[in-house]
């Protein structure tokens, strides 16, 4: 049984900082994409960050670009996310996917497992 587990969500004021963690089990993420998504509260899941298998592809969505960095550390079949300057519009849950692919997408639907999600809540 594959799981993703995330943490490292929190409260932070704006311009802050949060590290996301994605700890998978059940299943190896190398050689896997993985991914971030994020969902606030009426909105579409929203793609945040996506990282081939083998760090050379990485994307980024519009919305962090520049403030987000996706990494991994296939040793300990995690995915982090480094996030800065955060901002109110950040504030959502964060989602861990794997997906099925050789190549990063920034399609949810291209992804086959997913994680519950951590919060993040940026205040003004």
């Known amino acids: 049984q594959v799981m993703l587990v995330e943490s490292g969500g929190g409260l932070v004021q704006a311009g802050g900082s949060l590290r996301l963690s994605c700890v998978a089990s059940?299943?190896?993420?190398?050689?896997?994409?993985m991914a971030w998504f994020r969902q606030a509260p009426g909105k579409e899941r929203e793609f945040v960050a996506a990282m081939s298998g083998n760090g050379v592809a990485i994307f980024y969505g519009d919305s962090v670009k520049g403030r987000c960095t996706i990494s991994r550390d296939n040793a300990k079949n995690t995915v982090y996310l480094q996030m800065n300057s955060l901002k109110p519009e950040d504030t959502a849950v964060y989602y861990c996917a794997q997906g099925g692919g050789l190549y990063p997408s920034r399609s949810s639907t291209d992804y086959v497992y997913w994680g519950q999600g951590t919060q993040v809540t940026v205040s003004s």
């Open positions: 059940g299943r190896t993420i190398t050689r896997s994409v």
